[in-house]
């Protein structure tokens, strides 16, 4: 018996009102890789990721043909939206801690669903502080206020927030954007280190960022999936003639 | 949860339907005695005399009276005041300056009838030998302290709102901050000045306590403004309590409430329509 | 030759400014010195008897607790009503609704519920709460009438409170799984609390200042005692200002300045405070 992918997208297209951002994509995302989408600017990357934890409805002129099954069940037959972004997490483009501790940042997401003891809860936080590469960092401030951190922690505090979610898929939106080389480094060991449980969908407009940690990587361009292959081969032998210009820099 | 908020949202159109329903519901009986011609024109109103009379004209002309007097010492002084306040003054003195402006908002209009009663009537008595101090024109004058901080702080916020790049392109063009301030600055805020002048307006006419207790309360059509009147607010204000529930007289005054509803219905509804214009 | 005084632009600027300022300064300085003759005149009957006695001899002497203590009944009556409603109506309007024509029409009523004159108010709650309801003249008419006046106050200070907390906050919330109340509930409601406090403050320093809607709601001249349930009618500060200055004779005059002082006193002490928690606020602001 063949086990579905872990997420199967299947001509997937998306309107916002009269705006088509995707057409027609299909893709198989597997369990525990990671899977790098580059494409310029206005390509439907984001639009794409946002479709996978269902935030795209949160738009009021979003509309959508096409399914997503997530370990072969059809997300948008769930009733429970909440339940299904507990095992889809996001990391977004700016980090956005929230105006509490690092600890509360952390405790957020599971203390929606139920109350938590206090042992269970020390617990979540150092798991996931520990997985998203911060614990070191924050172990000996964890009630002080998020906002203190630097750019890169912040993110990262992001990433241990979703995480005590203990998801199934970790969608990232541009994570690194908004960070120095330094941070965005410690970030990308995070994700490498993730991947060993999670899956992860890495959006980077940064095409040598997909070739640091993607295991492969999706070509986007205007709406349409053009090229998804093993990253290596994608970057040294490219079957498509618009993959070889966009990452020769071409064009984006 | 999500109903208990669904609900919440819709409260307010149910209590404006309320309020109206329940005006007209015991306005509209006096309507059986008296036709609403006679009523907003009839020239006398005496509510207690046999038969009752109940021509509500000398009391919208009271009204009108009171009103334009507070908006003629009102309006200039007002705008006068926010173009200093938005243009010319800075830092701490502007934000004092608003707070202040803020605070005077905010003083009770008994208050205010109370001191106009004490202060101001007297003053205006002597000053023009009339027998009292409890006329229009000091219930204009009454009236035009309280409507002049809503007219400037809403005029203020018109004129902030005035994108900098006008101010900067008639400054390089050689302007003085004067001239920008009223061949640029003003037209441009046009639109949020007439809706902070209607929003002045709908605080005036809707103002009883202060009215009542400086205006005289002399049910006749005025001839002038230094003679007492009587405004439709300080009429029900007044009247009420001495009427039996379920009489002509008890029904008149919701007729009352129905003419006021509807006009600051009007002028408000406007005022928000100039504010949106504005907006844009 | 004396044109050349007011011929440059500059002289005229000069100019108008002066005239500006002797504009704003009409409007200001009456007030000021009105504050300040209150003061002067009503200071000396300010003692701790005068704030904690009851009247005597037709309110000529003793105190006026029994007003303080009514407008505080009937301001907490007032809040307890104005703001969950008021608050859930703008949490609709904010985080529920989409832009349409039910939410320009509620828009338009909360604008109207404003504009509408307080004696207009009072009108409304003697013939729906105290005759319709039967609720006759008590505290539960007059604070559930001041509370409806209350609302457009505070639903548009929430509104604004809401706005002013990111969106980024309501996107980590939704993502991390939250439903949509609990997303309000958590990420948005906590740090809309102070303007939400600053809309509270000011509706509650108009309503303990209104007279008009009180006068047949609930208001009673001279109670022997204390209102003992809210179906009791209650004295109250705004309306004993109202009648010692028009209908007593011989009141002395550091018992009327004295009250007068005691309301305005009550109603810019409040509005400070709401002026001070918005700046506040707004520097310690982590976002």
């Known amino acids: 018996m063949v086990t579905p992918p872990k997420l199967h997208i299947e001509q997937l297209s998306i309107r916002f009102g009269d705006l088509v951002a995707l057409h027609a994509v299909s893709l198989a995302i597997h369990a525990r890789e990671i899977i790098g989408v580059i494409g310029p600017a206005n390509s439907g990357k984001t639009s794409f990721l946002r479709a996978i934890n269902r935030m795209n409805e949160l738009h009021p002129a979003y509309q959508r043909t096409g399914t997503i099954a997530l370990d072969g069940e059809e997300i948008h037959a769930m009733r429970d939206v909440a339940a299904l972004r507990r095992r889809v997490g996001m990391v977004f483009a700016l980090p956005v801690p929230l105006p509490m501790s690092i600890a509360q940042n952390v405790l957020y997401a599971p203390q929606l669903v139920r109350r938590l003891a206090r042992s269970a809860a020390e617990a979540i936080v150092e798991r996931s502080l520990t997985a998203a590469s911060l614990w070191e960092e924050v172990k000996d401030r964890l009630h002080d206020s998020a906002m203190k951190l630097s750019g890169g922690q912040q993110q990262r505090l992001c990433i241990a927030r979703t995480l005590a979610l203990e998801p199934e898929v970790i969608l990232f939106d541009e994570p690194c954007s908004g960070l120095d080389p330094i941070s965005t480094a410690k970030v990308e060991e995070a994700m490498v280190q993730l991947k060993q449980h999670y899956t992860l969908v890495l959006v980077t407009n940064n095409t040598k960022q997909a070739a640091r940690v993607a295991d492969r990587t999706a070509l986007f361009l205007m709406g349409e999936l053009i090229e998804c292959d093993d990253t290596k081969r994608l970057f040294t032998a490219p079957r498509d003639a618009r993959t070889e210009a966009y990452i020769s820099g071409r064009f984006g | ?280 | ?287």
């Open chain 3, 1 to 287: 030759m004396r044109q050349g005084l007011l011929a440059s632009p500059q002289a005229r600027e000069r100019l108008a400014f002066w005239l500006l300022r002797i504009a704003l300064a009409i409007v200001l300085f009456p007030v000021l010195f009105i504050l300040a003759y209150m003061v002067m005149r009503g200071a000396p009957g300010l003692t701790w008897e005068f704030l904690t006695a009851v009247p005597r001899s037709g309110m000529r002497a003793g105190g006026i607790f029994p007003a303080i203590i009514g407008t505080v009944y009937l301001v907490i009556g007032m809040l307890l009503v104005a703001l969950p409603l008021g608050v859930f109506a703008a949490i609709y309007l904010s985080e529920y609704a989409h832009p349409s024509r039910w939410t320009r029409v509620i828009r338009l009523a909360i604008v109207n519920l404003a504009g509408v004159p307080s004696v207009v108010y009072g009108l409304f709650g003697l013939g729906f709460f105290v005759m319709f309801l039967r609720l006759g003249t008590s505290i539960a008419a007059g604070a559930l009438t001041l509370a409806i006046m209350s609302l457009p106050i505070i639903i548009t200070a929430t509104e604004e409170a809401l706005r002013s907390v990111p969106a980024s906050f309501r996107q980590v919330a939704y993502s991390l799984g939250a439903t949509r109340w609990q997303m309000v509930r958590t990420a948005v409601l906590p740090y809309a609390l102070p303007g939400i406090l600053t809309g509270a403050i000011l509706g509650v320093s108009r309503a303990a200042g209104e007279t008009a809607p009180i006068l047949f709601t609930v208001a009673a001249f001279y109670l022997p005692r204390l209102p003992q349930s809210i179906f009791d009618p209650a004295m109250t500060l705004p309306y004993h200002l109202y009648v010692l200055a028009t209908q007593i004779p011989n009141v002395p005059a550091r018992v009327t300045y004295g009250t007068a002082l005691v309301l305005v006193g009550l109603v810019i002490l409040l509005n400070l405070a709401a002026i001070i928690i918005r700046a506040h606020f707004r520097r310690t602001r982590q976002w």
């Open chain 2, 1 to 280: 949860m999500e109903i208990l908020v669904r609900i919440s949202g819709f409260a307010s159109i149910l209590f404006v339907a309320l309020i109206f329903l329940f005006l007209i519901k015991e306005g509209i009986r006096l309507f059986g005695t008296v036709t609403p011609w006679a009523f907003l024109s009839g020239r006398s109103w005496y509510p207690i005399s046999t038969p009752p009379q109940f021509g509500a004209l000398p009391l919208i002309i009271g009204s009108l009276y009171v009103t334009l007097g507070a908006l003629v010492i009102a309006v200039p002084l007002s705008l006068a005041s926010a173009f200093y306040i938005a243009e010319v003054a800075r830092g701490a003195r502007k934000e004092l300056l608003k707070s202040t402006i803020e605070l005077l908002a905010a003083i009770p209009s008994v208050v205010i009838g109370f001191i106009g009663m004490t202060v101001l009537a007297p003053w205006v008595r002597q000053l023009f030998h009339l027998p009292t101090g409890l006329t229009a024109l000091t219930g204009a004058m009454t009236l035009a302290f309280m409507a002049a901080p809503t007219i400037i702080s809403i005029t203020e916020d018109a004129i902030t709102a005035v994108p900098r790049a006008y101010r900067e392109g008639a400054l390089a063009l050689g302007a003085t901050r004067w001239q920008t301030m009223y061949r640029i600055l003003l037209p441009a805020a046009a639109p949020g000045i007439v809706a902070a002048v209607m929003l002045g307006i709908g605080r005036v006419i809707g103002e009883t306590m202060a009215v009542m207790m400086v205006t005289g309360n002399a049910s006749v059509i005025p001839t002038s403004l230094l003679q007492p009147v009587r405004t439709l607010t300080a009429t029900i204000a007044a009247e009420m309590g001495e009427t039996v529930r379920g009489s002509d007289h008890y029904y008149a005054l919701f007729a009352i409430g129905i003419v006021l509803f509807v006009i600051t219905f009007i002028v408000n509804w406007c005022a928000d329509f100039f504010l949106h214009r504005e907006r844009r």
